[in-house]
């Protein structure tokens, strides 16, 4: 894929956006993680592409399953600080492999390794089993907002609190990804008015606290990200922290 910088005019909105200005010291792995992370709350991600060539250096894209998704991503996360530099965003000029295999238009490129896709059909079903739960309408996310409490599992130790804590400014957030950073989970939950900072447990993987100027901006936060799913199988839990 390569783009040449044309304005978001030129290009008709289609379901995949290109982003550039991205900090090249990232991972790569970290890099694609933290754009799903920031990016599925506009609609489901069927895939993110980037690359460690020089030639894509600082450039990634992030394909959509609907166009009204890309558009709004586009439109809010434009000049989003993303480890601390602005992302340049448009709609891509090139059409990705996925949508093209769904419209019939896919022409098979060299080194594309079969397991991807069947990883890929399995990702998606099992996404699509998950937005079957409890919608809830305050939360156009990616999979909907998380089914009520009683229908999370029990998440191996860290079960429900049987006596929630008060509402008040300071989430409590469980079923992380040992691999979540605190960078990810900011630039989550940075995006929800008030934010003020996030602290993780070293000691404690899986668990962090975020903390807001108030409970109604912590409450609001709780609505919008409950159940978020930072990889398929960690859908979050929060709670408000016990103090």
């Known amino acids: 894929m390569e783009e040449a910088n044309p304005t ?20 790569l792995d970290e890099l694609k993680k933290s754009l799903n992370a920031v990016f599925s709350q506009f609609g489901k991600i069927l895939e993110v592409l980037a690359f460690k060539t020089l030639k ?5 894209w992030v ?31 090139t059409k990705s492999d996925i949508i093209a295999k769904a419209d ?24 699509a089993n998950q937005a079957a739960l409890g ?37 409590f957030i469980q079923n992380l990804p040992h691999q979540t950073t605190s960078m990810m989970l900011q630039m989550l939950f940075s995006q929800c008015p008030g934010f003020k900072e996030v602290r993780m447990i070293e000691a404690k993987p899986g668990i962090a606290f975020v903390e807001y100027e108030n409970e109604m901006q912590s409450t609001v936060a709780m609505q919008n990200l409950q159940g978020f799913k930072v990889t398929d199988d960690n859908p979050m839990l929060i709670t408000f922290a016990k103090k």
């Open 8 to 27: 978001s005019a030129e290009v008709p909105a289609n379901k995949t956006i290109y982003i550039n200005n991205l900090n090249e010291k990232i991972k």
């Open 56 to 60: 894509h250096k600082g450039q990634a």
């Open 63 to 93: 394909v959509f399953e609907e166009v009204s998704s890309a558009a709004n991503a586009l439109r809010q996360m434009q000049g989003f600080p993303f480890y601390d530099k602005p992302m340049r965003i448009q709609y891509a000029k």
């Open 104 to 127: 019939g238009t896919f022409v098979p490129r060299e080194k594309r390794k079969k397991h991807e896709e069947r990883g890929r059909k399995k990702k998606e079903q099992h996404d």
């Open 135 to 171: 919608l809830n309408p305050a939360y156009a996310g990616a999979y909907g907002a998380a089914p009520p409490l009683s229908q999370i599992p029990f998440m191996g130790g860290r079960a429900v609190p049987e006596g929630p804590a008060p509402p008040n400014n300071i989430l």
